[in-house]
């Protein structure tokens, strides 16, 4: 299905408005500042460093990096995030953002997650997903997308996207507003982190037993 260049223009509006609202990175001192990723950093900084003004070319501010389909068969949840970084698209240093593809394979699933640092917009592009997210409250808002509907998951709720079609993959964009958004899988970061969290912590927690959490670690490779 094509999409229209009127739903095109929604999408970069709902980020641009997300962006503006949510924006957490600092804002640049200068027009831009391209990231210098060949020489070694003698310091550790919030960002990377720039480059001189006078060497950035148009090149610096553009990627092929989301045109390819990613490989959804790399893990065991069916889908594959390409984002766009200081490496692959070096303008985009200090601007606040990220743009992300998402390709999930059929019946496959972006697990409940939270990005730490960044609200998201979502659009799908190809197929039927289910998306969704849980507030503070713990209620549930979620929606079915059609190729063209954009969802937004708000700062640091735990969210998740869902290909509900059992024959054919799914593809969606995002857009992130934080340069480094940061990902924590809720399973990954429970069962399979490294040291472990406590059996007892966990069967308290989730009221289940150590013969379960033996069972989902093994599942999940932890």
Same mark, same amino acid.
């Given at each position: 299905m094509k999409i229209s260049s009127k739903t095109i223009q929604l999408f970069l509006y709902s980020l641009a408005l997300l962006l503006s609202l949510a924006k957490t990175d600092p804002p640049p001192l200068q027009d831009f500042c391209?990231? &210098?990723?060949?020489?070694?950093?003698?310091f550790y900084n919030n960002g990377v460093p720039c480059l001189n003004p006078n060497s950035a070319v148009s090149?610096? +501010?553009?990627?092929?990096?989301? $045109? %390819?389909? /990613?490989?959804?068969? /790399?893990?065991?949840? /069916? +889908?594959? $995030?390409?984002?766009t970084n200081t490496k692959n698209l070096p303008g985009v240093n200090t601007m606040g953002l990220t743009m992300a593809r998402i390709d999930i394979a059929a019946n496959g699933i972006v697990p409940p997650h939270t990005h730490p640092r960044a609200s998201e917009v979502t659009i799908c592009l190809k197929g039927a997903l289910l998306v969704g997210f849980v507030d503070t409250l713990g209620r549930l808002f979620t929606q079915q997308l059609r190729p063209g509907d954009s969802f937004v998951f708000p700062k640091g709720l735990i969210h998740f996207l869902y290909n509900m079609d059992s024959s054919k993959p799914a593809l969606a964009l995002s857009g992130l507003s934080s340069q480094n958004p940061g990902l924590q899988?809720?399973?990954? $970061?429970?069962?399979?982190?490294? =040291?472990?969290? =406590? &059996?007892?912590?966990? %069967? %308290? $927690? +989730?009221q289940i037993t150590s013969q379960d959490i033996?069972?989902?670690?093994?599942?999940l490779g932890g």
């Open positions: 391209i990231a &210098d990723t060949a020489s070694p950093s003698l090149s610096h +501010f553009v990627t092929s990096a989301l $045109a %390819k389909p /990613g490989k959804t068969s /790399g893990n065991i949840f /069916g +889908f594959n $995030a390409t984002l899988m809720t399973s990954m $970061a429970t069962f399979a982190s490294k =040291p472990p969290i =406590p &059996d007892e912590v966990l %069967k %308290k $927690a +989730f033996s069972i989902i670690r093994k599942n």
